[in-house]
């Protein structure tokens, strides 16, 4: 069974709105973790923000946030005012048991996101 | 100020010859991974190190083996390619498990 799910393949926004990328994940872990990396069209992985299970508060890192919602087991990104330069592949990635011994990364297909002008 | 870095950045094998790719980090982590991303699949874990001397397989081990002699390198090697491993390879790095990884710029693999 997939544990990271993006369900959208590509998403589209105009210059300056705000996006959402989602984000779905499966676990029975208490402790966890969720990342969010960009991968830009020169291919390196860039990481985001990170969220974890225990987290009282959603991340937050500049234009990004993330909208965290565990009793649906959700982590969606949310870009706010979308630059051209915010063009590109989003990978939602987790970490299962944060406590030690959760070396794996496990990452979803990924979401390609084209901001037009 | 150079993190992860990756040699080579490009490589084409034949069928049946060996190579190894070099992961240096800069950082002082303890844990290192190898990855391979195929168009559609995301990442997928190959093998990782959570220190010196130490390694683990991840999720698509089969063909490859690693070693990570000092703390700073982790080397992935392919035995005999195949065509199946033509891939983007990543390495990564992070402090500890729930910390962010850092990752190098990728390796292009081509088998033919």
């Known amino acids: 069974a997939q544990k990271i799910t993006q369900t959208q393949p590509g998403m589209f926004v105009q210059e300056k709105e705000a996006v959402t990328l989602d984000c779905t994940y499966d676990?029975?872990?208490?402790?966890?973790?969720l990342f969010w990396y960009k991968q830009p069209s020169s291919g390196e992985m860039i990481f985001l923000i990170y969220?974890?299970?225990?987290?009282?508060q959603n991340a937050t890192e500049g234009r990004y946030s993330l909208n965290f919602q565990k009793a649906r087991k959700s982590a969606n990104l949310v870009i706010s005012a979308s630059q051209l330069g915010d063009s590109a592949m989003y990978f939602c990635a987790m970490r299962e048991g944060t406590q030690g011994g959760s070396e794996k990364l496990v990452f979803g297909k990924g979401t390609k996101l084209t901001v037009n002008p | 100020n150079a993190g992860v870095t990756q040699t080579p950045k490009f490589r084409v094998l034949k069928t049946g010859q060996s190579m190894t790719l070099l992961c240096a980090q800069d950082m002082n982590h303890e844990y290192m991974y190898w990855y391979r991303q195929d168009p559609g699949m995301g990442l997928r874990l190959i093998h990782y190190s959570v220190g010196e001397g130490t390694t683990a397989k991840g999720e698509v081990p089969d063909g490859y083996n690693v070693s990570r002699l000092k703390k700073q390198n982790f080397l992935l090697g392919l035995e005999s390619a195949a065509p199946s491993q033509t891939s983007v390879y990543f390495c990564a790095s992070s402090y500890w498990g729930n910390q962010p990884q850092h990752f190098g710029d990728g390796t292009r693999l081509s088998i033919l």
């Open positions: 676990t029975s872990d208490p402790s966890y973790g």
């Open positions: 969220q974890g299970s225990y987290d009282q």
